[in-house]
């Protein structure tokens, strides 16, 4: 398999399928395209995914290039890894709480783009912190559902798509316990960025 990837300082899509894959286990070759490379990243790309966009999957002749399909797909692929809950409760849960983060928090994302070396305290809109708000009831709630120490007890997808999110906590100077958090956000943003496959990501990203 091979996973085309952007800037590992900025693409939180990338970010995403990468840590899934690597839950995994299985042997892959990443394939980096530096972003924002005005007169090259777009061909480059271009030569990788039909939409032009990061990340790709390739396994064999499939091409898979949307971030949450390419973890749909590692799930079906690997699923000793267990990348999706087993009780079909907690299982349909995080994939609503994973299509929420793919699809909403716009006003976070636009506002406070994921930058690992960035280091800040942002005045946030109303509507960014709506979003934060949001993040810490959905994150709260589902802790205090399976008691942690993940979103579903053990790793999942879910929290691969909430680990830039943890990020641009850490970068913009964002405190869960301001909007609301009793502490289990707080702690659950500080272990996301503590996962070693996350640290070995930073370490690239710091390195390039």
Known sequence: MELVIGTKTWSTWSLRPWLVIKRTGAAFTETLVQLREVETST????????SGLVPVLKDG???IWDSLAICE?????????NLWPTDPADRALARAATAEM?????????????????RTKADLS????????RLVQLWSGLLTRSGGPFLFGGWTIADAFFT???????????????FGDAGDAGRYVERL?????????ERDA???
Not at 102 to 110: K, N, W, Y
Not at 168 to 174: D, H, P, T
């Open 43 to 50: 061909a480059e790309i271009l030569r990788h995914s039909p």
């Open 126 to 133: 109303p509507a960014t912190e709506a979003n934060v708000r």
């Open 73 to 81: 797909y590692l799930a079906e692929r690997f699923p000793a890894a």
């Open 61 to 63: 002749d499939l091409t």
């Open 206 to 208: 710091v390195a390039a």
């Open 193 to 201: 960025l503590e996962e070693p496959d996350f640290l070995a990501w």
């Open 164 to 178: 830039p999110v943890a990020t641009r906590f850490r970068s913009y100077g964002i405190r869960a316990s301001d």
């Open 102 to 118: 793919h699809s909403g928090f716009g006003s976070l994302r636009g506002e406070c783009p994921m930058d690992l070396s960035l």
